[in-house]
């Protein structure tokens, strides 16, 4: 059989084409999971939560620097509060921690009512006088009712700043330990010529007249001399009486309409809280927690409802650094300090044994 020849490729349907490649792309899975919309919604609500709860109670906290904001006692979780003023140590700041306490609650608009927590034995006329009038003008511009809780001792320049009541009942509450009184001035002076004397030391100080060195303690006097310079000093102690005892006869209902009840207890002598009570310095013998429930009563809140908090200095990272106290280096400034105190003729609201001096060194309140 003869041979076929091979088959001609140009005859015959073409041969069908290649498929094209299939790319196949999978799709990712969301970092979230296949719930991850849900959880994003969750997420969001958490956001607008936080917020909320945020604005509800920013009042927990305190612009740094200042005060800080501590919890005191009744409802943590309330909004309104009572504001625990700390006033204690010997009054010689006018402008210390005290009046930052009072600016702070001017500037909290949920404090209904103020409890000044007094623990002090006074200090001189003017921080006195100028505590009473700051706490005066936020009680009058806030319209917040004002209670006093006494601590160890609340005498002299301490008392005075508890007038700051008013003639509003029940208002005044003493610890059964507590000591008052103390109504009066006193304007410590020394007279030292005899011993500088002993060291043939003499005062020569210059002076525009012989009153610019009144009250100082080196400056021999004649008898004559020293009489009409007791006489110029007297007239001053004599004025801040006046307004010391004007100021209780405002703060106190009973001395209203009975001169000799003031004049018996207006004699500088310190009182204890049984004492104070029958005499009429104080309303009820009482601890602070009572001066809190009375507040809230003023302030017409439940307890319940509201939430006392105090105020504490805020440590500096310098006092964090020094908080261990090394040994005072021997040096002339406090001595020198102390010397110069002696030499200055300043009235006191002070119910103290030790002199004046010591108004540069550790008495100083926070």
């Keep these: 059989m003869p041979d076929m020849p091979p088959p001609n490729p140009s005859f015959g349907p073409p041969p069908p084409p290649p498929s094209p490649p299939q790319i196949i792309i999978q799709q990712q899975q969301s970092a979230l999971g296949r719930y991850g919309k849900f959880l994003l919604i969750l997420l969001g609500l958490a956001v607008m939560s936080l917020i909320g709860m945020s604005a509800s109670y920013q009042s927990y906290f305190s612009s740094p620097g200042g005060p800080q904001e501590k919890y005191h006692s009744l409802s943590e979780v309330a909004d309104e509060k009572i504001a625990l003023i700390d006033v204690s140590g010997t009054l010689l700041e006018a402008d210390g921690f005290i009046k930052q306490q009072l600016d702070q609650v001017r500037e909290d608009d949920q404090v209904v009512a103020l409890v000044l927590r007094i ?185 319940k409802k509201l939430r006392c908090v105090k105020y504490v200095k805020p440590a500096s990272p310098l006092d964090s650094l020094l908080s261990v106290k090394a040994p005072a280096t021997p040096g002339l400034s406090a001595e020198v300090t102390a010397l110069l105190e002696l030499s200055v003729p300043r009235a006191y609201y002070l119910c103290t044994l030790l002199p004046a001096m010591f108004e540069g060194t550790n008495l100083h309140g926070h």
């Design 119 to 303: 623990d002090s034995p006074g200090g001189t006329v003017t921080a006195s006088d100028y505590l009473y009038h700051h706490v005066q003008e936020l009680a009058r511009d806030r319209k917040l009712p004002v209670v006093v809780s006494m601590g160890s001792m609340c005498a002299s320049g301490g008392y005075y700043i508890a007038m700051t009541v008013g003639n509003q009942e029940k208002t005044i509450f003493a610890e059964p330990t507590s000591w008052t009184g103390s109504i009066g001035v006193v304007i410590p002076h020394y007279d030292l010529s005899g011993l500088l004397a002993s060291y043939q030391v003499k005062d020569d100080s210059i002076a525009s007249h012989k009153n610019k060195l009144m009250g100082s303690p080196t400056r021999e006097l004649s008898d004559e001399e020293r009489l009409e310079e007791r006489q110029l000093f007297q007239d001053l102690v004599d004025r801040s009486f006046a307004r010391f005892k004007e100021i209780v006869r405002n703060g106190r209902p009973k001395f209203q309409a009975d001169d000799a009840a003031l004049d018996k207890v207006a004699t500088g002598q310190i009182f204890t809280a049984g004492q104070a009570l029958e005499l009429g310095l104080v309303d009820e013998i009482a601890f602070v927690e009572r001066a809190i429930e009375r507040a809230a009563e003023l302030a017409g809140k439940s307890p």
